[in-house]
């Protein structure tokens, strides 16, 4: 069984501030992991995923996030936050064998002007 | 980016009525999945579907629950009978591939469910 934590269900900042929006995941296999941004009342948009490879992995707008098996973590940064990055952050996963996402419980980032 | 579109975006009907959810999934994508999310509470993975079947079901993709894709069309969920507990957020998503590198999910915006 695979699970997923996101361990912050809030987080404010200013424009221009940096974030880290944290993921944590239980797994033991392969894994592929992602990261989605949903603003309100639309679906969720892909922002990057992480497979196999370079750990640190680049998104849109900015975005980027970083695997590290050995915390079991895969947090999402931006530099620089704009206000348009206001919306709720969903990291998933999904084992290799199969298609089935898994979902955290999700972050809303609200950053102010 | 590709879209996945969801008719209707609301749908309000009593219990125990049938309702279908409609989702137009990405043109070239073969692999399709139905999620639930109640308000307040996590996405979680309801079904997914291909080549005519269902691949993948959770236990909350309950009897009265069944999913098609007639002639290529829409990809749709149908409850029948619905319950008080069907009232959540619905989403379709599409993708190209099952497993691997290249197996995103592009999600459609949604059908609010609320059964009275």
């Known amino acids: 069984t695979q699970t997923v934590s996101q361990s912050d269900a809030h987080v404010t900042v200013f424009e221009g501030d940096s974030v880290e929006l944290r993921c944590n995941y239980s797994?033991?296999?392969?894994?592929?992991l992602s990261w989605y941004i949903q603003h309100h009342g639309r679906g969720l948009q892909f922002l990057l995923k992480y497979y196999s490879g370079n750990p640190v992995v680049q998104g849109v707008n900015g975005f980027e996030a970083e695997f590290s098996k050995s915390d079991s973590s895969f947090h999402l940064r931006k530099a620089s936050v704009h206000w348009s990055d206001s919306a709720v952050y969903f990291c998933a996963v999904r084992n290799n064998a199969g298609a089935k996402l898994t979902f955290g419980g999700g972050t809303r980032l609200t950053v102010r002007p | 980016g590709p879209k996945v579109l969801q008719i209707p975006s609301h749908q309000i009907i009593d219990m125990g009525q049938m309702v279908t959810l409609n989702c137009d999934p990405v043109?070239?994508?073969?692999?399709f999945y139905w999620y639930k999310q109640i308000l307040g509470q996590q996405m979680e993975f309801l079904v997914n579907?291909?080549?005519?079947?269902?691949?993948?079901k959770s236990k909350l993709f309950k009897d009265q629950f069944s999913v098609e894709r007639p002639d290529g069309s829409y990809f749709t969920l149908k409850i029948q009978p619905t319950a008080l507990e069907d009232s959540a957020v619905y989403f379709c998503?599409?993708?190209?591939?099952?497993?691997?590198?290249?197996?995103?999910?592009?999600f459609g915006p949604g059908t609010r469910l609320t059964v009275l």
């Open positions: 797994y033991g296999g392969s894994i592929y």
């Open positions: 579907f291909y080549n005519g079947k269902v691949m993948e």
């Open positions: 043109s070239n994508h073969l692999y």
């Open positions: 998503a599409s993708g190209r591939d099952w497993g691997g590198n290249y197996a995103e999910q592009f």
